[in-house]
């Protein structure tokens, strides 16, 4: 009995899609994260204690002794800098302080994925607000861009 349970269990796993997995992230040391589109194939080489990465024409290199970690994931998990000049995100004297322009939709989310706070800045001018958090690292989404926040 215990072995057709185990047929059924692995047919059962066997006949669910894969994942596709289409980006290989490497996570640094200091903790930042680089993601390489990897769709059309890639290439890892070893050359003087580094980590070379070839991917759709671009090229990572990595020394290994600052490499904590590589993986696949389906979607890129760097975290990028915030581009947009109009947006300013900062921990200062025990509070984020966000400014954004109007209409923006502004999410913070500790580490462990929890939605801590959302606000959606009203549709005159460009808004300021202030939140207290506790010592950590937060990910702050102000429309489309995100970035890391550390409140110490």
């Keep these: 009995m215990r ?4 047929c059924v269990a692995l047919l059962a796993a ?4 894969a994942q596709r997995l289409d980006y290989l992230t490497f996570r640094l040391l200091n903790g930042s994260e680089y993601s390489l589109n ?4 890639a ?3 070893f050359a003087s204690n580094n980590l070379v990465a070839h991917a759709n024409g671009e090229e990572r290199q990595f020394a290994l002794a600052d490499l904590s970690a590589f993986f696949f994931s389906a979607s890129p998990t760097g975290i990028n800098d915030v581009t947009d000049a109009a947006i300013t995100a900062k921990y200062h004297e025990g509070a984020l302080h966000v400014a954004a322009p ?3 939709s502004v999410n ?3 580490l462990d994925g929890r939605n801590v706070a959302t606000l959606q800045k009203s549709s005159h001018g460009n808004e300021r607000f202030t939140l207290s958090l506790n010592s950590g690292v937060y990910v702050v989404r102000v ?7 550390l409140a110490q």
């Design 3 to 6: 072995l057709l349970s185990f």
């Design 14 to 17: 066997t006949t669910l899609s």
């Design 38 to 41: 990897i769709a059309s194939g």
């Design 43 to 45: 290439t890892l080489t």
């Design 102 to 104: 109007a209409g923006s």
């Design 108 to 110: 913070v989310y500790s």
């Design 143 to 149: 429309n489309q861009q995100t970035f890391k926040i």
